[in-house]
């Protein structure tokens, strides 16, 4: 009795799902996950994607190292967006995809010289594509400096040389990115930076913070578009966005390149080697990779696209930033910690 009734629910459900009276089961949902720093993705490139049937765009951010690892740890992605350093690490533990660039027509669209900067992660291109990139220099408000400034010792009081002028200086909490500024005007590679070399730059900075109006300041920015300082330290992203959150009446908010030489981060886009949808990685990531579609994204990320041909001449004098030794890294964090505050 049991396995004649079995037969007959089994008969009766293959008769169902064959029966022309009844609707078609949905397909399943195409989804493909993405991570990457905020604003890093313009949402209208996605939502087109979406319309023209690519997949279902699930974008997750991270603001930083801590929160990339994280999130790397608690689920897999099929596309990600990566720091040089970042994506270096993943590259030498295996987890990134030997990437066919015949499925990426749009990755010739890279500016050759981003392209070169790029090697310095991934020496033959094989498995990323650069995003974007942009450079630590120098903010000033033009209007308040009597001159722009050229070289981060200006603002650290490192030399004899004027101070662009005698006004607020602010610092940003860009923990990695001012440790990498310092050594650059003590002439120190930070490829092969020691923990002692994190002290020596940390007591530069103690001198020099007791000068400044902030330190290690959330929003910059925030005080660049008010008016309140005139010199500090940061991206021409960052100059952009003060310039514009301070509307009618913004300050004209300028970025330099010091003569030292500023700190290079580069961006790139990667495909994991555990991505669970890979086909709908390299749809998307061709998409992104579209002129239109890049520009936008770099103005909304506040870099400088690796497809236009922007400040090259500068580009050429930076030197990417390495994959720190983890004892320079914690050297780091803990003298950041006394520095900031103020013990």
Do not use: H
């Not at 993705?41 to 939502?47: A, F, N, Q, V, Y």
């Amino acid at each position: 009795m049991r396995r004649w009734l079995a037969a007959l629910l089994l008969t009766t459900g293959a008769a169902q799902a064959q029966s022309p009276f009844l609707p078609p089961a949905a397909p399943a949902l195409k989804i493909v996950k993405v991570l990457a720093p905020p604003d890093f993705l313009d949402r209208g490139m996605i939502e087109a994607f979406e319309a023209q049937g690519g997949a279902t765009v699930a974008l997750d951010q991270y603001a930083g190292a801590a929160e990339l690892a994280q999130r790397s740890a608690e689920q897999r992605y099929d596309l990600v967006v990566l720091r040089g350093p970042a994506l270096a690490r993943r590259l030498a533990a295996g987890a990134l995809t030997r990437l066919d660039r015949r499925r990426l027509p749009n990755a010739r669209l890279v500016q050759p010289a981003v392209a070169a900067k790029y090697a310095a992660y991934d020496r033959d291109g094989a498995y990323g594509i650069p995003y974007g990139w942009s450079a630590f220099g120098l903010i000033y408000d033009a209007d308040k400096a009597r001159e722009p400034p050229v070289a981060f010792v200006q603002a650290l009081g490192l030399t004899k040389e004027r101070r662009v002028a005698e006004c607020s200086i602010v610092w940003p909490d860009a923990r990695e990115e001012t440790f990498l500024a310092v050594w650059r005007t003590m002439g120190v590679d930070a490829a092969r930076a020691k923990p002692a070399d994190v002290k020596s730059a940390a007591a530069i900075l103690e001198r020099a913070r007791g000068t400044f109006l902030a330190f290690a300041a959330p929003d910059e920015v925030g005080a660049f578009a008010k008016g309140a300082a005139c010199l500090g330290a940061g991206t021409a992203g960052e100059a952009a966005a003060a310039a514009a959150r301070g509307g009618d009446n913004a300050p004209p908010v300028r970025f330099a390149y010091p003569r030292e030489g500023a700190p290079l981060a580069l961006y790139a886009f990667a495909i994991p080697a555990d991505a669970p949808s890979p086909d709908a990685a390299y749809r998307l990531l061709d998409t992104a990779l579209n002129a239109d579609n890049a520009r936008r994204a770099a103005a909304s990320a506040g870099v400088n696209s690796a497809e236009e041909a922007t400040d090259l001449a500068e580009l050429k004098r930076l030197t990417p930033e390495p994959a720190l030794d983890p004892a320079v890294t914690a050297a780091m964090q803990a003298e950041w910690k006394k520095l900031t505050s103020g013990k």
